[in-house]
C-alpha cells in the first residue's frame, strides 16, 4: 500500500499543520477534502485553493469518502473525534496524525478504534509561533524532521503509506521510532527546550529588555511565544518523560554554577569544549 | 569632541570585533591602523584593506599615533597591556573597548590609567559563533545593541564621542548605561542565556540527536559552540550578578516542574500567556 493520487485524503482539523498539509498536497495534485469546526476557516481553505471540498460538519458520506484520514486535533479532541464518529470510517481506512506525544496516548487510541481502521501514529517536527490555517505554509517541513512511530499493531503496509506521506509532504527527513522513545526524545528536544524558553522569559520581571538584548536572547526565546492551550496539554500527556529531562537539565545547569561559584575556570572550559564539539554535530 | 574623520584611531587586537571595527571604520574613509600580536592576522588584515597600516610590535610611535584607541581583547590582556604600555600614549587620548562585562573591572582600569588618558567603556551587542579577524563582518553591527557605560570619572566629551562611534559602526540603538546596571542586564540576556545553551548542549549523552531534533533545540544550542578562554573569562569576572540570576532561572524552572507534576494547566497557561506577551515585546 503505497500514498498515491489514487487515494482520497481527508484532514480533519484546518490549523497551522492540517492546512500546511492541505497546501503541500494539493499541490501535488492529490486529492484532498476537510472538516474543521470553523466556517471561516472553511471558507479560507476553500478559497485559497488549499482543498478541493470541505464541510463543518461530520457526515458520514465525507468520512467514508476518505482512504486515508489525517487528524490535525488537539490530543483529547482527536480521542474524542474518534470515540464520537468512528463508526462513519470505511473499512480499510488508514488513519494517521500529528499528535505530539504518542506512547500512552497511541496504546489508548489503538485499543479504542474500530479492527478494520489502522491508525499510523506521525509526528511532524515543524510549527511556528503562530496558529491558523491562515499561517499554513508548506515551506515549514522543509528542513524538518517526520517521525512515523508505529506500534506493534500495525502493518507494514501502513508504516509504508505513512513514510510515504512524510516524504510526499517535503520532509527533509523521516525517521522511524518506537513509541516510548518518541516521549523521551520529544521530552527532551522539543518540550524540555520550550520550558527552559518561557522559564528565561518570565523569571525576570525587569522592563525594556528588548532595548538591551543580544540575538542570543532572542533566539533562546523565540518559542516562548507559545500555544497555551496545546503546550499545557502536552507537557501533562507526557508528565514522566518531561520531568525526567527537566530533572536532568536541572541538576547540570546546578553543576555549572557550582563551578562558577568555586572559579573553576578548567572544568567550564572542559564543558564548553563539550558543548562545541556536539553542537557542531548539528550543523546542517 | 566628536568622533570624525581627523581623528587617527588605532585598534589593539584584531579579533572577529576588531576585525569587523577595522572594516566599517575603513570603508567610512576613516584613518585605521592595528596592532596585533599574529603577522597573519596582520596580513589579512592588511591584503583585505580592513586598515592603512599596522604592527605587531607594540612600539611608542604606534601608539602616540592614536587620538582614539580601540581595544578587542580579553578583559585580562587588555588590562596588562595597559599596566605595560600607557606610557606610549599621547597625552588626551580616548581609549575605549568592547569588554563584555564592566562593574569592577571598570573601576579598576580607571584607577590604574594615567590622569591625561581616558577610558570610556563600551560594549557593543554583537558576536557570531566563530573567532578570528577572518570572520570580521561589519554586517553584524547591524540591528545589533551598543552599549556606553560611563562612570562618574568620565567627561561629557568623551561619553559623546564614544556614542558616535556606536552610530558610526552601523548600530541599531545606542544605549547609556550604568556600569552595574551592565553587569546584571548582561548576567541576565547574556550570560544566563550561554549558561542555559552550554547545559542544554551537555546535559543529554544521547547519540544522533541532531536526527530527531526540531528547530526549537537548534535555536536554543546555537551558542553552545563558545568560546571557553573568554566565557570562562567572563562568568568568573561576572560571577555576583550571573550567579544571582542563574538561581532566579533556576527557581522559576522548578516552579514550572512543580505545576507540570501536578499538571496545574490553569498555572501553566497562565505563565504561557505571561510569557507569549512579554516575548511579543521583543519582535521588531
Known sequence: MTFNRDKNILIVGLGLLGGSY?????????????????ADTLEYALSHGLIEAGTTEV????????????????????KEWVESYQSYFKPGTVITDVTGIKGDFVREM????????????AHPMCGKEVSGVENADDKIFNGANYLVTPTEKNT?????????????LG???????????????????????????????TCNTKEHLEKYTGDS?????????INDVMWSELFVANKVALL??????REQFERLEIMIAAE?????????????????????
Open 156 to 168: 507494514k503496509e501502513a508504516i509504508e503509506l505513512c513514510r510515504d506521506l512524510g516524504w510526499v
Open 244 to 249: 525526567e529531562q527537566m530533572k536532568e537539565f
Open 22 to 38: 492541505a497546501m503541500a498536497l494539493t499541490r501535488k495534485d492529490y486529492h484532498v477534502r476537510a472538516i474543521c469546526h470553523s
Open 217 to 225: 536572547f532572542r533566539d533562546l526565546t523565540r518559542i516562548a511565544k
Open 59 to 78: 457526515t458520514p458520506e465525507a468520512v467514508a469518502w476518505a482512504d486515508v484520514v489525517i487528524f490535525g486535533l488537539y490530543p483529547h479532541i482527536f
Open 110 to 121: 489503538q485499543a479504542l478504534l474500530r479492527e478494520d481502521v489502522e491508525y499510523i501514529p
Open 264 to 284: 573553576d575556570v578548567d572544568g567550564m572550559r572542559q564543558l564548553m569544549k563539550n558543548s562545541t564539539a556536539r553542537r557542531k554535530l548539528f550543523d546542517k
Open 171 to 201: 520532509f527533509y527527513r523521516v525517521v522511524e521510532m518506537d513509541i516510548d522513545k518518541h516521549d523521551e526524545i520529544i521530552g527532551f528536544v522539543s518540550q524540555l527546550t520550550h520550558c527552559i524558553a518561557i522559564t528565561l522569559m
